[in-house]
């Protein structure tokens, strides 16, 4: 599935199938969910959210953009203006994942520097230690 992109200032109310809508202004994104359940995606930019790359002719967002609160779920990335489906993620791997981001935001926050995650782990409560070590595993079979 392929993406438009279109830079706006503002939002539109109503928006359509397969436009990335980019605000510099508000350092946002949004598209409606690619699986056409018809949901709307907030993607904001910032150093512990996602970051943009434009290349003059098409936008990639990264991390994977996982949608864990809608009933779809679906989990994938925008490279290149096109969506590349991710696997789907146990609920497990979506704890493990929303710990890490709590951390990473701490961690940011804290010290106004990027996250240095055997840091974070180390310096953080022990009941994070079981989700980190699910999420560092999931990611190192990759």
């Not at 990639?60 to 679906?74: M, T, V």
Request: hydrophobic share 30%; net charge positive.
């Amino acid at each position: 599935m392929k993406l438009s992109h279109r830079f706006v200032k503002n939002i539109p109310e109503n928006l359509e199938e397969g436009i990335l809508y980019i605000s510099i202004d508000y350092a946002t994104a949004i598209h409606k969910c690619p699986c056409g359940c018809g949901k709307e995606v907030v993607t904001p930019f910032s150093p512990t959210d996602w970051k943009l790359t434009f290349d003059g002719q098409s936008i990639s967002l990264f991390p994977s953009i996982g949608n864990w609160s809608f009933e779809c779920q679906s989990h994938y990335w925008i490279k290149n203006n096109k969506i590349e489906w991710a696997p789907k993620w146990s609920r497990d791997e979506i704890e493990a994942g929303r710990a890490y981001n709590i951390i990473a935001k701490e961690e940011y926050f804290n010290n106004k520097k990027p996250i240095d995650e055997t840091k974070a782990i180390s310096t953080k409560q022990e009941s994070y230690q079981g989700i980190w070590s699910k999420f560092k595993k999931l990611f190192s079979h990759h």
